[in-house]
């Protein structure tokens, strides 16, 4: 069994703060050892396994105008996302480009999980974007 997987996050800030929404301008794509749905899209479904590691790596397309994971979280797909419900938040560190997380040996086998991936870019009002459509299935 693969020890970890990593998802990539690549951002077009320029693109996303000229559209004041990520969507159009950032890609997921993983490495996950079972084949998944949704390479190069929002919609990246990942394949894991309990007790395996996620790695979440971002990069930004412009160097200029870096973007870093201000936090992910996971929600139940019956119910509405409550903002309330963040269980990992870059709240101390100034330069999030890698997030970890272990997989649950508790999901429910088949699944998908939805999270929240917020993407922070630059400072302000409009700096902190979100995307709600990847998901983790374990297996």
Do not use: H
Not at 37 to 42: A, K, L, M, R, V
Not at 51 to 76: C, M, R
Request: glycine share 8%.
């Amino acid at each position: 069994m693969q020890k970890s997987i990593d998802i990539n996050i690549v951002v077009d800030s320029v693109g996303a703060l000229s559209n004041k929404k990520l969507e159009g301008s950032i890609w997921l794509m993983d490495n996950s050892a079972f084949e998944g749905e949704g390479q190069g899209t929002t919609n990246l479904s990942s394949i894991c396994v309990g007790g395996q590691v996620v790695n979440w790596k971002i990069t930004a397309v412009d160097l200029q105008t870096p973007a870093t994971i201000k936090f992910i979280s996971f929600f139940d797909v019956d119910k509405e996302w409550n903002p309330d419900e963040i269980y990992y938040e870059n709240s101390n560190l100034l330069d999030a480009k890698q997030w970890s997380a272990i997989v649950p040996i508790t999901m429910t086998i088949g699944k998908e999980y939805r999270y929240r991936l917020a993407v922070q870019i630059g400072e302000g009002k409009n700096s902190v974007m979100y995307i709600d459509s990847p998901t983790l299935v374990r297996i």
